[in-house]
């Protein structure tokens, strides 16, 4: 019956979703997103009335929500839904409420949101990269409109006059490409490319100009309305900067060779910018303005042969880092949230620290219980994690780790005693054996066939494991021997990440078997090393690694090229927490006294008091039982899973920090075990060998709230200027600079290589790269001719007052 529909209103509590445009017509075959929602669903759905959507009915009134990017729309009422009837299989035929689709639709949504707002942020600074490269040419710019904002209409008027500019421009585009966009270079079939570099942008893709349409493919899936096309009216807007579409219009006449009254024009011709072949200096009143003479500009100076900027504005050197975003703390158990709580009030360290603190000190405990099972994977994968924590010195990370590791350190206490005991039984068996071995091999009077019958009785004491949990720094050499003779699970853990960052292991020639042996160790727990005289091969063995490291060192690894892209920095969960350093009240805590620690200890305890499942025949090679997650926790591994996958498509926002995405699914589901088995580690005792209980749904949507934490963090550091090594230099140079000579002082750059820190005395042409780079952000400004300690100086620079 066409037409029957249900109006939607706040009285009916009963709300309406559409996804529109994930389905196929003709059979019925969902993309992947809207499977995951068909799954989460829990009430009615069907196709909707073009076959190429879908439509849910949920109990409830919900906030509006209407993303076209996303292809979502939620409504509670001033709708009216058509009902087809074509009720899709697998979801009920009830109405009811559906709280994880919901949740599920609105953080797809907040997806794309989040990347148009990138784009729009992208854009923003290319126009402002724009506007300076024409400030530096001497040439006044009108603001180009955001290429995500799609301009004055150009091509929906009733009037043919728009059209048939822009037909006649698509049918001839060497008469005006090139002398709108410089950089366009001649493509195949008779078009033009210009790459975002060209573009002073930085988005990925290209711009592509062919007979067959315009596309800018750096913004067709970014939430652009336009979906990346445009006209030649439109980039003439864009990247001619002309103000109107009538402007846009008549300059494309112009280069034609076209009377705009002869293709429909019925304006008025006297109001737009003067004709000219050149759009150097783009659009604005009058003749395009020739460039003064480097004498007669104020604002520029020859100087060494390049035009240098002098008198600019001054800009930031390392911006800001956005906020960060809170840790889910109250996602967590309760034994753990507590713990955290409990460490943030005793050390005043930031939030996110000390949950990193607890969360690895978890981890540390738990690896060897079991290893966990996820849809799709042949295998089941280890509990352990590699953790990063990025903090100044000051911030306390060692402190949180000290609280957060106390039952561990207990432990080790204990082993080391055990094994004090345990060596002077083994050391008198092992004299023993040596003799009772070496008087076989020299008694008289036996056969072949004797000796070694008598020499295989003798069974060789082992040597007690060696009594190591942590560990601050081991090349991979010292690893691979302790975890051959010691502990099947350790811990790599230092508040000085420096010491293993900069240790031999990463190291020119060493880093790539380091980045190798740490990446097979976390993926299988298993690794093997051999040399001439040596031989291990390592199985069932556990490593976690939690390190603390000051920006400058974090970024050698975060910025390192081979550990990218061999996956190795992916594997990190890497948080940055806002300092809480100058704000902290010096006063005494009764550490000691507080419950929720020593309910986290007892809790460690019982983990570690769980007897390990080891390989028969073997002191420390683990075979751990394998944790599963119930079908509520697949559903929601899936669409976490689905989402990074998706994020990480091009133009997608979880792009710049895809190794870690495409790992971050696996993360989720390690935590979501390490909070499971944390949370009742007798789970482990109360079932076979083989299985460790089951994983919630409940703790798999807290761990990845967990893991999604940790890659918006990742997201906000990746990048950025704080952890980029030549940025710091560029900053530390010019602090010093002000601290050794003052603001408006003048020094020249041999005094930079002669007296600043080691660490900035670089090269001469470094030197010099570096002055100019603070030149351009105007923190220096060059003077040509200048008397420094007696001497006339050829080059010189002084160093920019801040009022300057």
Same mark, same amino acid.
């Given at each position: 019956?066409?037409?029957?529909?249900?109006?939607?209103?706040?009285?009916? =509590?009963?709300?309406?979703?559409?996804?529109?445009?994930?389905?196929?017509?003709?059979?019925?075959?969902?993309?992947?997103?809207?499977?995951?929602?068909?799954?989460?669903?829990?009430?009615?759905?069907?196709?909707?009335?073009?076959?190429?959507?879908?439509?849910?009915?949920?109990?409830?009134?919900?906030?509006?929500?209407?993303?076209? =990017?996303?292809?979502? %729309?939620?409504?509670?009422?001033?709708?009216?839904?058509?009902? !087809?009837?074509?009720?899709?299989? /697998?979801?009920?035929?009830?109405?009811?409420?559906?709280?994880?689709?919901? =949740?599920?639709?609105?953080?797809?949504?907040?997806?794309?949101?989040?990347?148009?707002?990138?784009?729009?942020?992208?854009?923003?600074?290319?126009?402002?990269?724009?506007?300076?490269?024409?400030?530096?040419?001497?040439?006044?710019?009108?603001?180009?409109?955001?290429?995500?904002?799609?301009?004055? *209409?150009?091509? &929906?008027?009733?009037?043919?006059?728009?059209?048939?500019?822009?037909?006649?421009?698509?049918?001839?585009?060497?008469?005006? +490409?090139?002398?709108?966009?410089?950089?366009?270079?001649?493509?195949?079939?008779?078009?033009?490319? +210009?790459?975002?570099?060209?573009?002073?942008?930085?988005?990925?893709?290209?711009?592509?100009?062919?007979?067959?349409?315009?596309?800018?493919? /750096?913004?067709?899936?970014?939430?652009?309305?336009?979906?990346?096309?445009?006209?030649?009216?439109?980039?003439?807007?864009?990247?001619?900067?002309?103000?109107?579409?009538?402007?846009?219009?008549?300059?494309?006449?112009?280069?034609? /060779?076209?009377?705009?009254?002869?293709?429909?024009?019925?304006?008025?011709?006297?109001?737009?910018?003067?004709?000219?072949?050149?759009?150097?200096?783009?659009?604005?009143?009058?003749?395009?303005?020739?460039?003064?003479? @480097?004498?007669?500009?104020?604002?520029?100076?020859?100087?060494?042969?390049?035009?240098?900027?002098?008198?600019?504005?001054?800009?930031? $050197?390392?911006?800001?880092?956005?906020?960060?975003?809170?840790?889910?703390?109250?996602?967590?158990?309760?034994?753990?949230?507590?713990? $955290?709580?409990?460490?943030?009030?005793?050390?005043?360290?930031?939030?996110?620290?000390?949950?990193?603190?607890?969360?690895?000190?978890?981890?540390?405990?738990?690896?060897?219980?079991?290893?966990?099972?996820?849809?799709?994977?042949?295998?089941?994968?280890?509990?352990?994690?590699?953790?990063?924590?990025?903090?100044?010195?000051?911030?306390?990370?060692?402190?949180?780790?000290?609280?957060?590791?106390?039952?561990?350190?207990?432990?080790?206490?204990?082993?080391?005693?055990?094994?004090?005991?345990?060596?002077?039984?083994?050391?008198?068996?092992?004299?023993?054996?040596?003799?009772?071995?070496?008087?076989?091999? !020299?008694?008289?009077?036996?056969?072949?066939?004797?000796?070694?019958?008598?020499?295989?009785?003798?069974?060789?004491?082992?040597?007690?494991?060696?009594? +190591?949990?942590?560990?601050?720094?081991?090349?991979?050499?010292?690893?691979?021997? #302790?975890?051959?003779?010691?502990?099947?699970?350790? &811990?790599?853990?230092?508040?000085?990440?420096?010491?293993?960052?900069?240790?031999?292991?990463?190291? %020119?020639?060493?880093?790539?078997? !380091?980045?190798?042996?740490?990446?097979?160790?976390?993926?299988?727990?298993?690794?093997?090393?051999?040399?001439?005289?040596?031989?291990?091969?390592?199985?069932?063995?556990?490593?976690?690694?939690?390190?603390?490291?000051?920006?400058?060192?974090?970024?050698?690894?975060?910025?390192?090229?081979?550990?990218?892209?061999?996956?190795?920095?992916?594997?990190?969960?890497?948080?940055?927490?806002?300092?809480?350093?100058?704000?902290?009240?010096?006063?005494?805590?009764?550490?000691?006294?507080?419950?929720?620690?020593?309910?986290?200890?007892?809790?460690?305890?019982?983990?570690?008091?769980?007897?390990?499942?080891?390989?028969?025949?073997?002191?420390?090679?683990?075979?751990?039982?394998? $944790?599963?997650?119930?079908?509520?926790?697949?559903?929601?591994?899936?669409?976490?899973?689905?989402?990074?996958?998706?994020?990480?498509? *091009?133009?997608?926002?979880?792009? *710049?920090?895809?190794?870690?995405?495409?790992?971050?699914?696996?993360?989720?589901?390690?935590?979501?075990?390490?909070?499971?088995?944390?949370?009742?580690?007798?789970? $482990? /005792?109360?079932? !076979?060998?083989?299985?460790?209980?089951?994983?919630?749904?409940?703790?798999?949507?807290? @761990?990845?709230?967990?893991?999604?934490?940790? #890659?918006?963090?990742?997201?906000?550091?990746?990048?950025?200027?704080?952890?980029?090594?030549?940025?710091?230099?560029?900053?530390?140079?010019?602090?010093?600079?002000?601290?050794?000579?003052?603001?408006?002082?003048?020094?020249?750059?041999?005094?930079?290589?002669?007296?600043?820190?080691?660490?900035?005395?670089?090269?001469?042409?470094?030197?010099?790269?570096? +002055?100019?780079?603070?030149?351009?952000?105007?923190?220096? %400004?060059?003077?040509?001719?200048?008397?420094?300690?007696?001497?006339?100086?050829?080059?010189?620079?002084?160093?920019?007052?801040?009022?300057?």
């Amino acid at each position: 019956m066409a037409g029957v529909g249900f109006a939607l209103t706040r009285g009916t =509590a009963i709300s309406g979703i559409d996804l529109d445009d994930c389905r196929d017509a003709a059979t019925g075959e969902l993309q992947e997103w809207a499977r995951i929602a068909v799954e989460l669903a829990g009430t009615y759905c069907e196709a909707s009335p073009s076959g190429t959507g879908l439509r849910f009915f949920v109990k409830g009134v919900v906030d509006v929500c209407k993303v076209d =990017a996303a292809h979502v %729309e939620l409504y509670a009422e001033g709708r009216y839904l058509t009902v !087809t009837g074509r009720h899709v299989e /697998g979801t009920p035929a009830e109405i009811n409420e559906a709280p994880r689709l919901i =949740a599920y639709l609105r953080e797809r949504a907040e997806q794309f949101q989040a990347a148009t707002r990138a784009a729009v942020e992208r854009a923003r600074d290319a126009e402002q990269k724009r506007q300076a490269k024409a400030a530096e040419r001497g040439q006044r710019v009108a603001p180009a409109p955001s290429p995500l904002a799609r301009p004055a *209409p150009s091509t &929906g008027d009733k009037d043919p006059f728009w059209r048939n500019v822009n037909d006649r421009a698509m049918a001839d585009l060497a008469a005006w +490409v090139p002398a709108l966009l410089s950089d366009a270079k001649p493509a195949a079939r008779g078009g033009y490319r +210009v790459t975002s570099r060209n573009l002073v942008r930085d988005l990925e893709e290209d711009l592509s100009i062919t007979p067959q349409g315009i596309v800018d493919w /750096g913004t067709h899936d970014m939430g652009d309305p336009q979906s990346g096309k445009r006209t030649p009216i439109d980039l003439v807007m864009e990247h001619g900067g002309a103000a109107t579409s009538q402007d846009a219009a008549l300059w494309l006449c112009d280069r034609l /060779g076209v009377e705009p009254e002869a293709i429909g024009f019925r304006g008025r011709r006297g109001e737009h910018p003067a004709r000219s072949a050149d759009l150097a200096g783009r659009w604005f009143e009058g003749e395009p303005a020739q460039k003064p003479a @480097a004498s007669a500009d104020r604002t520029m100076a020859l100087h060494k042969g390049l035009m240098v900027p002098t008198g600019r504005d001054r800009l930031e $050197i390392t911006k800001a880092l956005a906020p960060a975003p809170d840790f889910p703390v109250a996602s967590l158990p309760p034994v753990m949230r507590g713990a $955290i709580e409990a460490i943030r009030e005793h050390v005043q360290a930031p939030l996110s620290l000390c949950a990193h603190s607890v969360l690895s000190a978890a981890a540390l405990v738990t690896q060897g219980c079991a290893n966990v099972q996820m849809p799709g994977l042949p295998v089941a994968k280890p509990l352990s994690l590699f953790m990063l924590a990025i903090a100044v010195s000051g911030e306390r990370k060692s402190a949180c780790d000290d609280m957060a590791l106390k039952a561990v350190a207990e432990k080790e206490a204990a082993l080391r005693a055990q094994n004090t005991a345990e060596m002077v039984d083994y050391k008198a068996a092992r004299a023993a054996f040596d003799a009772q071995r070496k008087k076989i091999e !020299t008694e008289k009077n036996l056969s072949f066939e004797e000796r070694k019958a008598k020499l295989l009785l003798l069974k060789e004491p082992q040597e007690p494991l060696a009594p +190591v949990i942590r560990s601050k720094e081991a090349n991979l050499e010292g690893l691979f021997g #302790l975890l051959n003779v010691g502990q099947p699970g350790i &811990g790599i853990f230092t508040s000085e990440g420096g010491q293993f960052l900069g240790g031999h292991g990463m190291s %020119e020639d060493a880093k790539t078997r !380091t980045i190798t042996g740490l990446s097979e160790l976390w993926d299988s727990g298993s690794a093997q090393r051999v040399r001439a005289k040596e031989r291990i091969f390592l199985e069932g063995r556990r490593l976690s690694i939690s390190l603390a490291a000051q920006p400058k060192i974090a970024s050698a690894l975060l910025g390192d090229e081979l550990a990218k892209d061999q996956g190795f920095v992916g594997r990190f969960l890497v948080t940055m927490p806002e300092s809480t350093i100058g704000t902290r009240e010096i006063r005494e805590t009764n550490v000691n006294g507080d419950g929720r620690l020593a309910a986290f200890y007892r809790q460690c305890r019982r983990v570690m008091s769980v007897p390990p499942n080891l390989r028969d025949g073997t002191l420390n090679e683990l075979a751990p039982p394998t $944790i599963h997650l119930s079908e509520e926790a697949k559903a929601v591994w899936r669409a976490l899973a689905q989402t990074l996958e998706e994020g990480c498509a *091009p133009g997608g926002q979880w792009l *710049p920090v895809r190794s870690g995405a495409l790992k971050m699914a696996e993360n989720a589901a390690r935590i979501a075990a390490i909070l499971t088995l944390f949370e009742d580690p007798d789970a $482990i /005792g109360h079932h !076979t060998r083989a299985t460790a209980g089951e994983i919630t749904g409940e703790a798999m949507a807290a @761990a990845a709230e967990v893991a999604m934490f940790y #890659l918006k963090e990742a997201l906000r550091i990746t990048g950025h200027s704080v952890l980029d090594p030549e940025t710091q230099a560029l900053s530390e140079t010019l602090e010093w600079l002000k601290s050794k000579y003052g603001a408006g002082n003048l020094f020249i750059p041999s005094m930079i290589q002669q007296f600043a820190p080691a660490h900035l005395r670089s090269g001469a042409e470094k030197i010099r790269e570096r +002055v100019l780079k603070l030149c351009d952000f105007g923190a220096l %400004e060059p003077v040509d001719k200048a008397v420094i300690g007696g001497k006339p100086r050829k080059e010189a620079y002084r160093i920019v007052g801040e009022d300057a």
